[in-house]
């Protein structure tokens, strides 16, 4: 018979195991979505936001923004909704930022909506206020590769039908990106347990 120490010891380790296994999953799951390019027309082109340089686009940023011009001359939608809110070291809001940088391509303003989210469940909340009173479903979601999972397990969680668009230039490389899939991997994995919105909810309160 077995002391209740060695019990608790194989419990912990098969615990572990499982854990590990899960993660490394999640970790596969999460970079094939991040090479998976789903080239579906939908209602509007949505550009999830990241850093602003002052007033000027991150080469991240602009990157998703000429992915989304592309994809927008291309006719999969006649509308482009930018997203993200102000940070600490930026002199204006990353939609803001993003708008004026696509007017600067020739897309009219009348064809730009901003979404002023200051993280990816609150955008997609804030893009669900906007979409549902004009019944805009279908969303075709562009960021960067390790960023498409979550982004699709969100918008889907608001009742989003999202095609998925990962930048084909992102500034990212080498460690950078390998440390970014780890990172969203780990997002993912708990996303997928707790929920995204708890989890949300938990970086609020830890940060």
């Not at 006649?78 to 708008?99: C, H, M, P, R, W």
Request: net charge neutral.
């Amino acid at each position: 018979m077995l002391f209740p120490i060695k019990i608790i010891k194989r419990v912990v380790f098969s615990l572990i195991t499982i854990l590990i296994i899960y993660y490394g999953i999640t970790v596969g799951q999460v970079v094939a979505q991040g090479h998976t390019e789903q080239y579906n027309s939908a209602q509007a082109i949505v550009v999830m936001g990241t850093q602003v340089n002052g007033t000027t686009p991150s080469p991240d940023l602009a990157a998703r923004l000429n992915h989304a011009y592309i994809l927008y001359r291309s006719g999969l939608s006649n509308l482009i909704i930018v997203t993200g809110g102000q940070g600490k070291l930026e002199d204006v809001s990353e939609a803001q930022a993003s708008a004026t940088f696509l007017e600067g391509l020739g897309i009219p303003s009348s064809k730009i909506v901003m979404i002023l989210g200051d993280d990816t469940w609150q955008t997609f909340s804030l893009l669900y206020g906007y979409a549902k009173p004009r019944n805009i479903t279908n969303i075709l979601i562009v960021s960067d590769p390790f960023h498409m999972d979550r982004c699709g397990a969100m918008a889907t969680d608001f009742g989003f039908t999202p095609y998925l668009s990962p930048t084909q230039h992102s500034p990212y490389g080498g460690s950078q990106v390998f440390w970014a899939y780890l990172k969203e991997s780990a997002e993912v994995a708990v996303g997928r347990v707790t929920g995204y919105g708890f989890l949300n909810w938990l970086h609020q309160e830890i940060l």
